[in-house]
């Protein structure tokens, strides 16, 4: 019989001419041969996983799993035909085979990890959980398609999620408090900021229009000085005209009258006519002379009093423009100078401060690091030597050097000494027998100790013992007690 399985289904034959089993989209089936058709239709498992993080807070996991047979796979597909096909994919077999699996795994990474890092790294935590539990399936053959896991939820009585969320809200809230009040903090600097510059900018505007004014001032007293000048030299030529004409005059009026007189006193007054002739010539050539004088003196001044009061004009305004150029450079060197150190100490407290976290953190790693490899170092030791913790006690202090150690110190503490040795003997007199003679040798051993004690009092410290106990070898007669055994 010629079976074909559908798009979403494969064959599988065992029986006669087949070693273990036969996997196919189509095929014949023979006599003595069993044909089961495989539904690789992948199902959704849904699941609410219980587990507990690392503080033993516990919490609920629900998750959503895609998984079907693997379909690129031969061996895959024959162990999934040897192992679940004679189940139903959405069997209550299978899906607690799948739960178990699915919760095992989740509950043993959910343990090793802290609540915060299962929360804020829940795409690491879906991808272990992912490969660990495909791990697992892939002894039965089986993918997982695609895989889902929700947001975490608390357990009733552990309400770890909710007053995080409350937290979050207030931190929140907070910080947009801060925000408003650095965002107004920022808008009255910038006021400030634009009041400064509007005032700079205005101060800048009205030195230049002084600056424009006194030039126009300076050109317009120039103007002044010329056309006044030239004014003064004006009326003093037509000063010299006029007095020129009035000597013509005058001269025409005397000619007249000389005319006149010549002919009653031609030869009386012939001398005194040619004497005021010559005086009048004289007055005239002295007038000229002081008219040109006069008006070489007056242009004179006037040229440099104008040179003067111009080169005086120029300098004003050349020192009040170089000073004010002066103090604007000086202010903005000032102002570029204060930024430019204002913006390094910033970039400086910045680098420091993010030099020392990285310091820091990287500190807190190697000593966790160090602390986690002693503890692992520590509890294979443990293991090794059968749970024995004197055992271990003893490992550790040898591998630390720490009887070489104690060896060290003993000898350094030893070190320089120079003992004296003194060894007394004191024989027994007799060999009495009886209760009392026996009472007699304890107060006797008694008395025996004394002279050892008193030498080595004496040797240490320099003082005798009293003289009715006796003296000590050396020191004058020497110090004895002998036990006298009784008849």
């Known amino acids: 019989m010629y079976r074909v399985a559908k798009a979403s289904e494969f064959l599988a034959i065992t029986g006669a001419s087949i070693d273990d089993i036969k996997i196919t989209k189509k095929a014949i089936v023979w006599p003595l041969q069993r044909c089961r058709v495989i539904d690789v239709t992948p199902v959704n498992y849904t699941f609410e996983v219980n587990a507990m993080s690392a503080e033993k807070l516990p919490f609920l996991l629900p998750a959503v799993f895609t998984i079907g047979p693997r379909v690129d796979d031969h061996e895959s597909l024959v162990k999934y035909a040897k192992l679940l096909s004679d189940h ?81 809200q207030m931190e929140a809230a907070n910080q947009a408090k801060v925000d408003v009040s650095e965002a107004k903090m920022k808008g009255e600097i910038g006021a400030k900021e634009r009041q400064g510059l509007t005032l700079q900018n205005a101060a800048k505007i009205d030195a ?18 010329m056309v006044k000048s030239q004014v003064k030299i004006y009326e003093n030529q037509r000063e010299a005209d006029v007095a020129e004409a009035n000597s013509l005059l005058a001269t025409k009026k005397a000619g007249w009258a000389q005319k006149a007189k010549m002919a009653e006193v031609e030869a009386e007054k012939a001398v005194a006519i040619r004497e005021a002739e010559l005086q009048k010539e004289v007055e005239r050539k002295n007038a000229l002379a002081k008219t040109e004088q006069l008006k070489a003196q007056q242009l004179s001044k006037a040229t440099v009093d104008y040179e003067i009061k111009v080169q005086e004009a120029n ?54 690091a160090l602390a986690e490899a002693q503890g692992v170092k520590i509890r294979t030791l443990l293991t090794s030597l059968g749970g024995n913790y004197n055992a271990l006690r003893d490992y550790l202090m040898i591998e630390g050097g720490m009887f070489k150690d104690i060896a060290k110190i003993n000898a350094e503490a030893i070190k320089g000494l120079q003992p004296k040795i003194s060894v007394w003997s004191n024989g027994e007199a007799g060999d009495g027998s009886g209760a009392g003679n026996a009472a007699m040798k304890e107060i006797a051993s008694v008395y025996r100790a004394l002279p050892p004690l008193f030498q080595t009092v004496h040797e240490q410290t320099g003082v005798l013992p009293p003289a009715w106990m006796g003296s000590l070898p050396g020191s004058g007669a020497g110090l004895a007690i002998t036990n006298q055994p009784e008849n």
């Open 88 to 168: 139903k994919r959405d069997s209550h077999n299978v899906k607690e085979l799948v739960q178990g699996i699915i919760e095992g795994e989740t509950r043993v990474l959910a343990a090793s990890m802290t609540m915060e890092e299962i929360f804020k790294g829940t795409k690491d935590f879906k991808k272990e959980v992912f490969e660990k539990v495909q791990l697992e399936l892939n002894q039965f053959g089986l993918l997982i398609y695609n895989s889902n896991i929700k947001q975490l939820v608390d357990v009733k009585g552990h309400e770890y999620f909710s007053y995080l969320g409350q937290k979050t």
């Open 208 to 225: 230049e229009t002084n600056i424009i004014a006194t030039q126009r001032e300076g050109e317009g007293k120039k103007q002044e000085i």
């Open 315 to 368: 300098s004003v305004l050349y020192t009040k423009q170089k000073e004010a150029e002066a103090v604007l450079y000086e202010k903005q060197k000032a102002a570029d100078a204060q930024r430019v150190a204002a913006e390094a100490q910033l970039y400086a407290i910045q680098q420091a401060a993010d030099a020392e976290l990285y310091a820091k953190r990287k500190e807190a790693e190697g000593m966790k």
